[in-house]
């Protein structure tokens, strides 16, 4: 039997270009579409799901895809050097700051604002990094960063930590043993934002 393959897992299985997809006016399966991603229909599904492949339901319960839509699903996959950057925070003013630096680098942003919003998002996106501000109010983030360390598929993505304060010496060492690769201080510094994520980029690619 053929192993069920997740969204999360997907992206380890190279997703490509194929050599030619079906003329654009035509409709696909998930089982379709998955033959031409190099995944299962599952893994299709779950971007459906989640939002990340547009498709329209059908009255019998049936998806269907459009053909031009894969087509942009798959060139978005496709660009490798572009990195997906989650942003877990909840000071807007941090948040701005940090996605236009993402952006000026030419990656894509990802904002969670909670801890069930990051996970769901980091599992079905599976983003190069994560920068983390640990003293964030309105959620418990050394909590959040053992449950990324926990979960199948984004255990080892490295992260960038963001603080309002020095950290103590435990927070730190914590933070170390979590997977982290540099601290950003706030309120930030003019070009540092951009400087410390591309240092860290520069080290995992």
């Given at each position: 039997m053929?192993?069920?393959?997740v969204?999360?897992?997907a ?15 035509r409709y696909?399966?998930?089982?379709e579409?998955?033959r031409?991603l190099?995944?299962t229909?599952?893994?299709v ?9 547009p498709a329209?339901?059908?009255?019998n319960?049936?998806?269907?895809i459009?053909v031009a839509?894969?087509e942009n699903?798959?060139?978005?996959r496709?660009n ?7 942003v877990?925070?909840n ?21 969670a ?7 769901l ?8 990094l994560f ?15 053992d449950k990324?360390?926990?979960?199948r598929n984004i ?5 960038l930590?963001v ?15 979590l ?5 950003l ?15 860290v ?5």
């Amino acid at each position: 039997m053929e192993p069920m393959i997740v969204a999360e897992e997907a992206a380890h299985y190279g997703i490509r270009a194929p050599a030619a997809l079906p003329p654009s006016d035509r409709y696909l399966s998930p089982n379709e579409a998955g033959r031409i991603l190099n995944v299962t229909g599952e893994a299709v599904k779950q971007w459906i799901y989640h939002r990340r492949l547009p498709a329209t339901k059908l009255s019998n319960g049936y998806w269907k895809i459009k053909v031009a839509d894969l087509e942009n699903f798959i060139r978005a996959r496709q660009n490798l050097g572009q990195k997906r950057i989650m942003v877990i925070d909840n000071d807007e003013a941090n948040i701005k700051e940090l996605v236009g630096a993402i952006e000026r680098l030419g990656h894509d942003p990802i904002v969670a604002h909670n801890a069930s919003d990051a996970l769901l998002k980091a599992s079905d996106l599976y983003p190069s990094l994560f920068i983390v501000n640990v003293t964030a109010s309105i959620f418990e983030p050394w909590k959040l960063l053992d449950k990324v360390r926990k979960t199948r598929n984004i255990k080892n993505v490295p992260m960038l930590i963001v603080s309002s304060q020095d950290l103590q010496d435990a927070d730190s060492d914590r933070a170390l043993e979590l997977g982290a690769q540099g601290f950003l201080r706030t309120p930030f510094k003019a070009g540092v934002v951009a400087e410390e994520i591309g240092k860290v980029l520069t080290r995992i690619m």
